[in-house]
């Protein structure tokens, strides 16, 4: 089976938010919404005090509480791994919001606006239409699908997952430090197990919320 | 109208891609921008075939395709009606034919060039230039002295530049990211992504993140100093007492320094006399150096073994090395009075210099491509938090300093020119730099702009324009001094006031110094032109108004030309139409593509067109197969064409630059490393200062001006600046700071940046240390005002914060760019 | 349906509710998904399911009055539970799509809510339909059960109309419980919380349409009430006494007892809506001339305190950091 996941090597992180705003072009996600923010905080005492980095997204868990409270089926776990919301089926009850540890759900208002205020291009995801969802829905929420539309593009072009720009989450293409890593984590000879194999094991966020996420760190600080 | 428009197939991501170039900021990368089919541009990716981004784009460049479809985007030439100019004055545009504007332009053109060429100050660098020796040969052929970086003397590295020419034959110098073990990062933000050679840097650093140590010395922890191993505050202004304070523990204390570089490869040698200038052979020009067993000989006399310390007399004089006269110079910065100017700690002064003097593997070799090459992993770099004040180029020659003493110029690990000496030269490339009598690398002068260099010094002459640049013989630039004089008119005895300027892409108001100050100098201009794709302030200010593009509309043959030293390909690419405008331009029948498509049209209507071209001919080396032809006219693209096949080959031209465009190239081991390769110096004793003294004070003491000349001097000191002395009430510093997600003044207009920005809260709060804070009883999220001692006021959030140091107030650079008062108008005169 | 902001950045502005990872920093953050149209629902839904099967088990059902020959506490009861429905509704990003709430009944609480409400309404109101009486007549008394449950057919659908009522008051709090997200809700003490604060607030309820059908008020009812207010009271305090170091519960902890809600907390619900109803149950136990006004007071103090408990269960609950540095562990 194939089970997508994403290492993210925290150490390499440098903070510029590329992958915040590759995301947002790539998912015209609603206008106040961020599905893969860099987090930052502050560590130390002056005169020995640092930022810190923490790049995010969606953890796309094994066992996903969006998908276990959603009421209506909206969000569902595919085959792949993918914890993936069908903005049209959403009934907007937000359960979903509550029950993520992560945060990573964001609630589009009904009298919200799904662009960009001041925006004078409506971005698009860089393959083609039929493969993903370009219009968000006022009262359902949304949230990072691992650009699952540029992975099966890949699939059916016969382009590598993880590799080929069109093929890999927008902000793992767009890295310039390349702390993120897609791949397949049942396939012990992928890009993901090597490098976990590497600088492993790789932490889980909120380890005690029990989500078996696909989103692994390594490096945390 | 025929189109022209960069090739939509032919790189292997399928239709729609068009490989082009980011220009939203100087590090330049290789795009692949999307076009749809309603051709609308939805997407930008790194180009993966690009070595100098390797298919990586920044926050910024993928929300680059803002603003093409702006509808506050001027699109018509238009005229001012009312005569009052002000910030928030309503111009009252009426919209003119690009016969009219160009006419009316050209006129006023042929007056000044007939009065004083000098007297048209071209203005340009926020969104940068990058049009090269086609820019340069118009400024040339107009009679102009150059065009005018005006931002870049507020927000640029001012040192940098004539230093890494003087010591490196480069336009700067970045670390070796490849192989370095060791960087001091003096306050730029090298290793964030924000910097020349920043994607490739920024992959290489996290890469080697455990190997590599980065030590951050900046009055605020920026976005650099949180991804480097260590921060160390320093109080603003006085980094180079902590660096003369290093060199004093690394060569009097440690004694660690690179001997045989300094002996061959820079002039630490050469014997200075008691008056600091150079003991020269008799009769002859060159230096002399001490040979420990034949006397003093001349510095190319192929001695073996200068003598880099001691005291000798030559023919009955006092001569030291200038080395010595270095040692004895800085034993004055201790690390106790280190401490005392930075408030970095003395012992830790002493680590920073102890790790990076081990850290320099002094003696050590490296094999690269089967040569044989010094290794020395430890740099150090800087950039405007050296030069954003005064003295600036002090602070720079005491931190070149230290790359140069341990030998790290051009080797694996150090610092990497960036481009090496190549300016306009692709394939005919030499790796060589011109010595001069001296025996120092010598290049005087760079590129088109108005950038000077430091060595050798150029003589003074009067002022031909309010930026006196004719007196700062060391100066990159000089652009501050015309607020100077048009504030007070008569200190300096009245040079040459600007007849018109003409404002290209750039937006003084916010970059170039205080805004009101900026305005009044604006305002005294007769006649201002600006070409913009939107309203600010400074077009607000305009007589004229011309419309510019986006960048993704341009066609652009050298936006980069990447031939640096260091590990990796040489590339150079440019940019061009990913769309089509859809605004008519300044010549009829003919695409409009780049705003070098109206200076073209202004010389032909001034009748300045030979001019320009037989410039050109010169300063892009054209050969004669591709020379233009002054009694001919051309197009821009016939132009580009030539200059493209001129550079390339006879393949290359136009055609190939809009269906691939990308030329990259391997790297001998002399191009990667190129230092051990030529024998031009380097310098640690600044002798040229004294004389470059000399010459200036007989100047202006001939002009009646009254002048600073002290900074003139051999060896570099920690001089306080202004700012230095604080006295109650002002009694912190303020400082700005930069995040990696804008760049200048002129992304913050774009909605998706801004967002971001809104959610960090980075461009409207000032940082404050909690020490300080709780003196002051400030909370973070508290409004505060903030006075300066020349009497401003602002008001902003506070964030408290252990991330600056308890002196500072730190705010972001040009924050806030865009017009407030005159929404109404810019609503009004657009739609017309 | 916007609810107040609960949430600020470093500078104090207020942060829009719809997004959760909108400050960008790794602090604890306030949950702004449900808040005062939520705890209004939650203790209708208690107080519907509540009515309905204290009626039925105290046996007063049929005792303190009809309307249309419905049982009053029957009509409060369905009442209750539609209005908490449709607020339910109406708070939906999409009410329209309310019918899919149903569909995830294998994992969802809220599915089950749907169904619970649904399954009570129906069912209970047929269980009363023999019962209706509309103009003089009761047209569906031919309907072959016994509203008060004395027979097989009545009985079965009085324990599944009951089931389902239990269910009602139950699943609010598992909602918030069943996710380990916030740290203060993901426990078994929410629900139990939630059920003996609706069970005690549907005793006063009883009680206190007792006091107006002018029926006398037993002393076993008032211990009743006062033993629910009391177990409350140990849940509650049982719940803020463990785990108090986890993160996201111990930011909870301080605005119920230090912070924000400290006054309001403990002063009306720990004090006045549960400890002090629990006395005044036990009180009116023993002093028989006391129970009606004791009732009436013990309604207000359960149902204000039960309603501000749900209220501020939901505004103390807090997200802990998605990451904790390894020396701040």
């Known amino acids: 089976m194939t089970r997508w996941g994403m290492v993210i090597d925290a150490e390499r992180c440098v903070g510029c938010q590329a992958c915040t705003v590759a995301c947002k072009t790539e998912n015209q996600s609603p206008h106040d919404a961020w599905y893969a923010p860099v987090i930052e905080w502050e560590a130390g005492v002056y005169p020995d005090a640092t930022l810190n980095y923490l790049p995010t997204l969606c953890n796309h868990c094994e066992d996903a509480p969006c998908v276990t409270a959603c009421p209506s089926g909206a969000i569902k776990r595919r085959d792949d791994g993918i914890v993936i919301a069908d903005e049209d089926v959403c009934i907007g009850s937000r359960a979903c919001m509550a029950a993520c540890p992560y945060g990573a759900i964001n609630f589009l208002e009904n009298s919200g606006t799904a662009s960009m205020p001041g925006s004078s291009v409506a971005s698009q995801p860089s393959v083609p239409e039929r493969y993903a969802r370009q219009q968000h829905v006022p009262g359902a929420i949304s949230k990072c699908t691992y650009c699952a539309h540029r992975i099966d593009y890949g699939i059916e072009n016969g382009l590598e997952v993880g590799v080929h720009p069109l093929a890999t989450p927008a902000c793992v293409v767009t890295?310039?430090?390349?702390?993120?890593?897609?791949?397949?984590?049942?396939?012990?000879?992928?890009?993901?197990?090597?490098?976990?194999?590497?600088?492993?094991?790789?932490?889980?966020?909120?380890?005690?919320?029990?989500?078996?996420p696909n989103t692994k760190y390594v490096g945390l600080p | 109208?025929?189109?022209?428009?960069?090739?939509?197939?032919?790189?292997?991501?399928?239709?729609?891609?068009?490989?082009?170039?980011?220009?939203?900021?100087?590090?330049?990368?290789?795009?692949?921008?999307?076009?749809?089919?309603?051709?609308?541009?939805?997407?930008?990716?790194?180009?993966?075939?690009?070595?100098?981004?390797?298919?990586?784009?920044?926050?910024?460049?993928?929300?680059?395709?803002?603003?093409?479809?702006?509808?506050?985007?001027?699109?018509?030439?238009?005229?001012?009606?009312?005569?009052?100019?002000?910030?928030?004055?309503?111009?009252?545009?009426?919209?003119?034919?690009?016969?009219?504007?160009?006419?009316?332009?050209?006129?006023?053109?042929?007056?000044?060039?007939?009065?004083?060429?000098?007297?048209?100050?071209?203005?340009?660098?926020?969104?940068?230039?990058?049009?090269?020796?086609?820019?340069?040969?118009?400024?040339?052929?107009?009679?102009?002295?150059?065009?005018?970086?005006?931002?870049?003397?507020?927000?640029?590295?001012?040192?940098?530049?004539?230093?890494?020419?003087?010591?490196q034959n480069a336009f700067e110098g970045t670390p070796d990211p490849d192989h370095s073990k060791y960087i001091l990062n003096f306050g730029s933000q090298f290793g964030s992504v924000v910097h020349y050679d920043t994607m490739h840097a920024t992959r290489a650093l996290s890469e080697r993140r455990s190997d590599v140590k980065m030590v951050s010395i900046d009055p605020v922890c920026s976005s650099a100093a949180a991804v480097a191993d260590e921060w160390v505050p320093i109080r603003p202004g006085t980094d180079a007492a902590l660096i003369l304070g290093m060199v004093d523990q690394l060569i009097n204390e440690l004694d660690i320094y690179d001997a045989e570089f300094l002996k061959n490869f820079t002039n630490a040698a050469y014997l200075v006399g008691s008056d600091g200038r150079y003991i020269r052979e008799p009769g002859g020009h060159k230096p002399l150096v001490w040979d420990q067993h034949n006397g003093a000989q001349p510095f190319d006399a192929g001695t073996a073994d200068a003598a880099l310390t001691g005291v000798y007399e030559v023919d009955g004089v006092e001569a030291k090395p200038g080395f010595q006269v270095l040692k004895d110079h800085v034993r004055s910065y201790s690390p106790d009075y280190v401490e005392s100017i930075t408030t970095v700690?003395?012992?830790?002064?002493?680590?920073?210099?102890?790790?990076?003097?081990?850290?320099?593997?002094?003696?050590?070799?490296?094999?690269?491509?089967?040569?044989?090459?010094?290794?020395?992993?430890?740099?150090?770099?800087?950039?405007?938090?050296?030069?954003?004040?005064?003295?600036?180029?002090?602070?720079?020659?005491?931190?070149?300093?230290?790359?140069?003493?341990?030998?790290?110029?051009?080797?694996?690990?150090?610092?990497?020119?960036?481009?090496?000496?190549?300016?306009?030269?692709?394939?005919?490339?030499?790796?060589?730099?011109?010595?001069?009598?001296?025996?120092?690398?010598?290049?005087?002068?760079?590129?088109?702009?108005?950038?000077?260099?430091?060595?050798?010094?150029?003589?003074?002459?009067?002022?031909?324009?309010?930026?006196?640049?004719?007196?700062?013989?060391?100066?990159?630039?000089?652009?501050?001094?015309?607020?100077?004089?048009?504030?007070?008119?008569?200190?300096?005895?009245?040079?040459?006031?600007?007849?018109?300027m003409i404002n290209f892409q750039s937006n003084m108001m916010k970059t170039s110094g205080p805004p009101e100050i900026v305005e009044r100098f604006i305002k005294r201009i007769p006649f201002v032109v600006s070409i913009s794709r939107r309203f600010e302030e400074t077009t607000e200010m305009a007589d004229i108004v011309l419309p510019d593009l986006h960048y993704l509309e341009r066609l652009t043959p050298f936006v980069f030309q990447h031939l640096s030293s260091g590990d990796g390909r040489h590339s150079v690419y440019g940019a061009k139409p990913v769309v089509s405008s859809k605004i008519e331009g300044p010549v009829p029948g003919e695409p409009y593509v780049d705003a070098m498509q109206i200076y073209l049209e202004l010389a032909r209507r001034s009748g300045t067109l030979p001019d320009v071209y037989e410039a050109f001919n010169t300063i892009a080396k054209m050969k004669d197969e591709y020379r233009l032809d002054p009694s001919e006219q051309y197009s821009y693209f016939e132009i580009c064409d030539r200059w493209l096949k001129n550079t390339f080959g006879s393949d290359k031209g136009l055609q190939w630059h809009l269906s691939d465009g990308l030329w990259t190239d391997d790297k001998t081991v002399e191009e990667k490393y190129p230092r051990p390769f030529f024998e031009a110096r380097a310098q640690v004793y600044f002798e040229f200062m004294l004389r470059a003294r000399d010459d200036l004070e007989r100047k202006v003491e001939e002009l009646g001006i009254a002048w600073e000349t002290d900074d003139y001097q051999p060896v570099p000191d920690w001089k306080p600046g202004p700012a230095f002395e604080r006295t109650a009430p002002h009694d912190l510093f303020v400082v700005n700071m930069k995040v990696p997600n804008h760049a200048l003044s002129h992304t913050h207009k774009n909605p998706i940046l801004s967002t971001l920005s809104n959610r960090h809260n980075d461009l409207k709060s000032v940082w404050i240390n909690p020490q300080t804070a709780a003196g002051r009883g400030i909370s973070s999220g508290d409004r505060v005002e903030i006075e300066t001692s020349q009497g401003r006021r602002q008001t902003a959030t506070a964030r408290v914060t252990q991330l600056v140091h308890p002196e500072v107030l730190a705010t972001q650079a040009a924050a806030g760019a865009g017009p407030k008062a005159v929404t109404a108008t810019r609503s009004t005169s657009t739609r017309s | 349906m916007?609810?107040?902001?609960?949430?600020?950045?470093?500078?104090?502005?207020?942060?829009?509710?719809?997004?959760?990872?909108?400050?960008?920093?790794?602090?604890?953050?306030?949950?702004?998904?449900?808040?005062?149209?939520?705890?209004?629902?939650?203790?209708?839904?208690?107080?519907?399911?509540?009515?309905?099967?204290v009626g039925r088990f105290l046996n007063l059902t049929e005792d303190l009055g009809h309307w249309i020959g419905i049982p009053t506490i029957d009509m409060i009861s369905f009442a209750a539970i539609a209005v908490g429905g449709m607020i339910l509704v109406a708070d939906l990003g999409r009410p329209l799509q309310f019918w899919r709430a149903f569909a995830n009944v294998r994992t969802s609480w809220i599915s089950w809510g749907a169904w619970s409400d649904l399954i009570f309404l129906t069912v209970a109101g047929l269980l009363v339909l023999p019962a209706l009486r509309f103009g003089g007549s009761r047209p569906f008394s031919g309907l072959g059960w016994d509203p008060d449950g004395s027979n097989g057919a009545g009985l079965t659908l009085e324990i599944i109309a009951g089931i389902a009522a239990m269910v009602v008051m139950t699943y609010a709090g598992a909602v918030l419980a069943r996710p380990r997200s916030i740290p203060y809700w993901s426990s078994l003490a929410i629900p139990v919380q939630f059920l003996l604060s609706s069970a005690a607030m549907s005793v006063a309820v009883v009680l206190v349409i007792e006091v107006i059908a002018d029926e006398p008020i037993s002393g076993g009812q008032m211990v009743l009430l006062a033993v629910l207010a009391a177990g409350l009271l140990v849940a509650l305090?049982?719940?803020?006494?463990?785990?108090?170091?986890?993160?996201?519960?111990?930011?909870?902890?301080?605005g119920l007892l230090r912070g924000r809600y400290r006054h309001v907390f403990v002063g009306l619900v720990l004090g006045a809506g549960t400890a002090l109803p629990a006395l005044l149950g036990f009180v009116g136990a023993a002093v028989g001339d006391l129970r009606d006004a004791l009732s009436v007071i013990c309604f207000g103090l359960l149902i204000s305190g039960g309603f501000l408990l749900r209220l501020i269960t939901l505004r103390v609950g807090i997200f802990p950091p998605v990451y904790i540095p390894s020396n701040q562990r």
Not at chain 2, 68 to 77: C, F, G, K, M
């Open chain 2, 345 to 500: 700690a003395a012992e830790k002064v002493r680590r920073l210099a102890r790790e990076f003097g081990e850290a320099s593997c002094i003696g050590q070799t490296i094999e690269i491509d089967g040569v044989e090459l010094p290794y020395r992993p430890a740099t150090a770099i800087w950039y405007r938090g050296l030069s954003a004040h005064k003295h600036s180029m002090l602070n720079g020659l005491s931190i070149i300093l230290l790359p140069t003493l341990m030998g790290a110029l051009d080797v694996p690990g150090g610092l990497l020119g960036d481009p090496w000496g190549l300016i306009g030269k692709v394939k005919d490339r030499t790796y060589t730099a011109t010595a001069s009598p001296e025996g120092l690398i010598s290049q005087g002068f760079i590129g088109g702009g108005r950038v000077g260099g430091l060595y050798p010094p150029r003589k003074a002459r009067a002022p031909r324009t309010t930026e006196m640049f004719e007196l700062m013989p060391c100066a990159p630039y000089g652009t501050v001094f015309s607020l100077l004089n048009s504030e007070q008119p008569d200190l300096f005895g009245t040079p040459p006031f600007p007849s018109m």
């Open chain 3, 237 to 254: 305090v049982g719940h803020l006494l463990t785990r108090t170091d986890t993160p996201g519960k111990k930011e909870s902890l301080d």
């Open chain 3, 2 to 53: 916007t609810s107040p902001s609960l949430a600020s950045d470093h500078t104090g502005a207020p942060l829009p509710r719809n997004v959760f990872m909108d400050q960008f920093s790794l602090e604890p953050r306030t949950q702004r998904v449900w808040d005062l149209n939520h705890a209004v629902w939650f203790t209708l839904m208690g107080l519907g399911g509540g009515v309905f099967l």
């Open chain 2, 1 to 167: 109208m025929e189109t022209v428009q960069g090739a939509r197939s032919g790189t292997a991501y399928g239709d729609g891609w068009v490989r082009s170039a980011c220009t939203i900021c100087l590090n330049r990368c290789g795009i692949l921008a999307h076009v749809n089919d309603d051709e609308v541009v939805d997407k930008i990716l790194g180009d993966p075939a690009n070595p100098h981004n390797h298919g990586r784009t920044c926050a910024k460049g993928d929300a680059g395709f803002e603003g093409l479809n702006d509808p506050e985007r001027i699109t018509v030439p238009l005229r001012r009606t009312n005569p009052e100019r002000g910030v928030g004055v309503d111009p009252r545009w009426e919209p003119i034919s690009w016969d009219e504007a160009l006419d009316a332009i050209a006129q006023k053109l042929c007056e000044t060039i007939d009065d004083d060429p000098e007297k048209i100050l071209y203005t340009s660098f926020d969104v940068f230039h990058l049009r090269g020796a086609l820019a340069a040969s118009w400024v040339t052929g107009l009679g102009m002295p150059g065009y005018s970086t005006w931002s870049a003397a507020i927000f640029c590295g001012n040192n940098v530049h004539g230093i890494a020419y003087m010591n």
């Open chain 1, 175 to 212: 890295c310039p430090a390349e702390c993120r890593i897609f791949g397949d984590l049942d396939n012990p000879d992928s890009n993901v197990s090597r490098y976990l194999e590497a600088k492993g094991p790789g932490e889980v966020l909120r380890p005690d919320a029990k989500t078996s």
